[in-house]
């Protein structure tokens, strides 16, 4: 059974940073793809970025680009979604995902109707 679980969020002012986490048990991470996910009211899970299989290029949605960063320590069996220059927008809901699928180029693979296993959710406020 696949269980994720993600945490890290806070509230934060604009311009501050946040280092989400995923851990997993019940999948190794390297050997499926990765996305993180935010829900803001209640609204469709929209993508941030998703990587593929064996840390293939990632996908950023084009408004965290060049501000977020995903990483995966295989050691720990953990993905990381490090969020620097935090703006009000990218408050929401966080969700990791895992995908089993193989969809190339991987933002092909960035649609939550391609992940099956989710986290639970971490809540981000970016508020002065």
């Known amino acids: 059974q696949v269980q994720l679980v993600e945490s890290g969020g806070g509230l934060v002012q604009p311009g501050a940073s946040l280092r989400l986490s995923c851990a997993a048990s019940?999948?190794?991470?390297?050997?499926?793809?990765i996305g993180w996910f935010r829900q803001v009211r209640g609204n469709v899970r929209e993508k941030v970025v998703c990587i593929g299989r064996n840390d293939s290029t990632p996908y950023y949605t084009d408004s965290v680009q060049g501000r977020f960063t995903i990483s995966r320590d295989s050691a720990k069996n953990t993905v990381y979604l490090q969020m620097d220059s935090l703006k009000p927008e990218d408050a929401g809901v966080y969700y990791c995902?895992?995908?089993?699928?193989?969809?190339?180029?991987?933002?092909?693979?960035?649609?939550?109707?391609?992940?099956?296993?989710w986290g639970q959710g971490t809540q981000v406020t970016v508020s002065s």
């Open positions: 019940g999948v190794t991470l390297d050997s499926v793809a």
């Open positions: 995902a895992t995908s089993v699928l193989r969809i190339s180029p991987v933002r092909r693979m960035c649609r939550f109707q391609f992940y099956k296993d």
